[in-house]
């Protein structure tokens, strides 16, 4: 035991995800090499050296060592990546002096066809400033209006991407954007299944709902049945009794926008604090970013605390930059922005995640630095998560009788928001048991080398999303027989790899009968057997076929096979109906006249 690495007396070893047997090396001061073999001859496991180890690896060859082997998450990681150059991520709100009220977020929700984008569109319109463009005209992702108020006026942000989805996605990644959900429900149409999904995602996330109760001008519209069927879920209207603001809007005829604007700043200032320090270095969130061709990476950020400002040092997960320029959603170029304001930003030098959170730091280097560090770790943790567990005995019995597979994706975009989607949908693709799905890489660009490499060292497909390979990529993934796919509409991809991995799935296979033949005559022959001499009755003889012999319309003998087929003296690969030919069944002699063989072959049935 132990392969001669000297044992450890429960030390604490602190990894990072994702780290390889050489790093682990590293800390103990022990040969690389030894711990391969520890990791092969104790826990069954095949990784070389410099490989990612899993998290369970790791700590099984911990304690084989006697070690305690910690895994740093990359949040931890991050925290202390942080720490390091003296900044933090969210906690509390500033400084508790300087905290100034800040505009509410607010994301739109509901079932599809019900107004979302209509309504975002309608509310778009309200809005009060003009600039030179004449009001809010460009799609950045986000943007803000201004509603006048007794005493003044006062801004609301609405997030430009309706739906749970994109909400979902954000907070899966840590990102909390949204203060308020608007959850739109048509008054002809009633509560339906989104409605619902709309709900719980909102109220898992602990965000207050205000009801727009969509479609009034409608024929049929019944906006008291929608308040009823809301309250079953915990949505009590105010006029019932409740503290659930419900509003008639028409996104079409454009009324009660207002009411809504109203109702969206009184539930705000009712059920949460809505303070932010606008004196200190910004942080917030990227909500939506991709490549453009003419200004390279563009990310629209929505700054959370703190102001922004053009010529900043700025990182977003793995990206990083310095803000070149900054602009609205009137297309105006802004030199500043503060909490609840949405800009685009201009000095990525690449394309960060949506919902990363994006913080400013003192200088470009310290920048460059923390993204570059946090770059080597999602490299890592990508790595890490390919490898899954190939034990002896899995990699046997998957390759014994193809019982576990398993799809790896790779998706690259030219949006964040689309891979994004795509991810999420792919995710929710029902396959059942026999196989799955794990998306190991993501992003936004064109497919580059590192892609085809990840994709070649996991066995990945990768599907790009209005994106093509650049340089000498294609060359390299034809080289690697990587396979790319490329797609336009996120539908087609989801509907590609659901069949793929139907494909993938193993396949029912059922019987084709190809022909029949009837025996005429049996001939001897000491070095073939028996020949058949035979009449073709239906379809086609093919040489190699499946067969069974059948003697009164009865099986008398299965499995046999066509070995040998003739047409007078000459080898045939198949005969056809009406004709004649001699048919040899291999070892199998014990053929009569009147017999008839009939031939077969197994093919896939599609799933359904
Ligand atoms: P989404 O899927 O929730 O984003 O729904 P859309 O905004 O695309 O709207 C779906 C359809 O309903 C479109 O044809 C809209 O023109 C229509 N629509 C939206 N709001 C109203 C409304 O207030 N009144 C009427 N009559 N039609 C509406």
Redesign the pocket.
């Known amino acids: 035991m132990g392969g001669g690495v000297a044992r450890g007396n429960g030390e604490v070893v602190r990894l990072p995800r994702g780290a390889s047997l050489a790093d682990f090396a590293d800390r103990i001061n022990a040969n690389p090499g030894s711990l391969v073999q520890v990791v092969f001859t104790e826990l069954g496991e095949m990784v070389t050296a410099t490989q990612s180890c899993t998290d369970e690896t790791l700590q099984l060859l911990g304690a084989q060592l006697g070690y305690d082997v910690q895994i740093v998450t990359p949040e931890e990681e991050d925290a202390e990546l942080l720490t390091r150059f003296d900044l933090s991520f969210g906690g509390d709100y500033g400084d508790e002096a300087e905290l100034t009220p800040r505009p509410p977020v607010v994301t739109i929700m509901?079932h599809?066809?019900?107004?979302?984008?209509?309504?975002l569109d309608a509310i778009r319109s309200t809005d009060v400033v003009k600039g030179e463009a004449g009001g809010i005209t460009q799609h950045i992702g986000a943007y803000q209006v201004h509603h006048p108020v007794e005493g003044g006026v006062r801004e609301i942000t609405f997030i430009d991407t309706?739906g749970h989805e994109a909400f979902t996605a954000m907070r899966a990644r840590g990102a909390k954007v949204t203060d308020i959900a608007v959850l739109?429900v048509a008054a002809d149409d009633g509560v339906k299944p989104q409605t619902i999904e709309a709900l719980n995602h909102a109220q898992a996330a602990d965000v207050p709902i205000v009801v727009a109760v969509?479609?009034v001008?409608?024929e049929g519209a019944d906006p008291a049945k929608v308040r009823g069927q809301l309250t079953e879920y915990g949505l009590v209207a105010e006029e019932y009794g409740g503290t659930t603001m419900f509003v008639d809007v028409?996104?079409?005829?454009g009324t009660g926008l207002e009411d809504l604007l109203d109702a969206i700043l009184l539930t705000a200032d009712a059920a949460l604090e809505l303070f932010a320090d606008a004196s200190v270095d910004a942080q917030g969130v990227a909500i939506e970013a991709r490549l453009d061709k003419g200004r390279g990476p563009v990310a629209t950020v929505l700054v959370q605390r703190g102001t922004l400002r053009v010529g900043d040092s700025i990182v977003a997960g793995d990206a990083f930059g310095r803000v070149r320029a900054m602009l609205n959603e009137r297309g105006e170029n802004v030199e500043a922005a503060g909490p609840a304001q949405p800009v685009q930003v201009l000095g990525f030098t690449s394309v960060p995640g949506a919902g990363d959170n994006f913080l400013v730091v003192g200088e470009d280097r310290m920048a460059r630095q923390i993204a570059e560090q946090r770059q080597a770790r999602e490299r890592n943790a990508a790595l890490a998560q390919t490898r899954g567990r190939p034990t002896l005995e899995s990699l046997f019995e998957r390759l014994k009788d193809g019982e576990k597979t398993q799809l790896n994706l790779i998706l690259k975009g030219d949006v964040s928001g689309s891979v994004e989607a795509v991810e999420d949908a792919l995710l929710k693709i029902d396959v059942g048991e026999e196989v799955s799905l794990r998306i190991i890489g993501r992003g936004v660009g064109a497919i580059t080398e590192n892609d085809i490499n990840l994709a070649k060292a996991s066995e990945a497909v990768i599907l790009g999303f209005n994106v093509r390979p650049e340089g000498n990529a294609r060359e390299l993934a034809e080289r690697e027989h990587v396979d790319i796919r490329y797609y336009s509409v996120i539908y087609a991809a989801i509907e590609d790899i659901e069949a793929a991995l139907k494909g993938m799935l193993k396949p029912i296979y059922e019987e084709a009968q190809l022909g029949t033949a009837e025996v005429r005559e049996v001939f001897r022959s000491s070095k073939f057997g028996n020949i058949a001499g035979c009449l073709v009755r239906s379809g086609t003889i093919v040489r190699n076929s499946s067969a069974r012999l059948v003697r009164d319309g009865v099986v008398v003998a299965e499995n046999l096979k066509i070995e040998s087929l003739q047409r007078f003296k000459d080898a045939a690969t198949e005969v056809r109906e009406g004709f004649e030919c001699g048919i040899g069944l291999g070892s199998y002699n014990d053929i009569k006249a009147d017999d008839v063989i009939e031939t077969f072959e197994m093919r896939e049935v599609p799933r359904k």
């Open positions: 509901g599809v066809d019900h107004g979302k984008t209509r309504l309706p739109v969509n479609k001008d409608k028409s996104a079409k005829a």
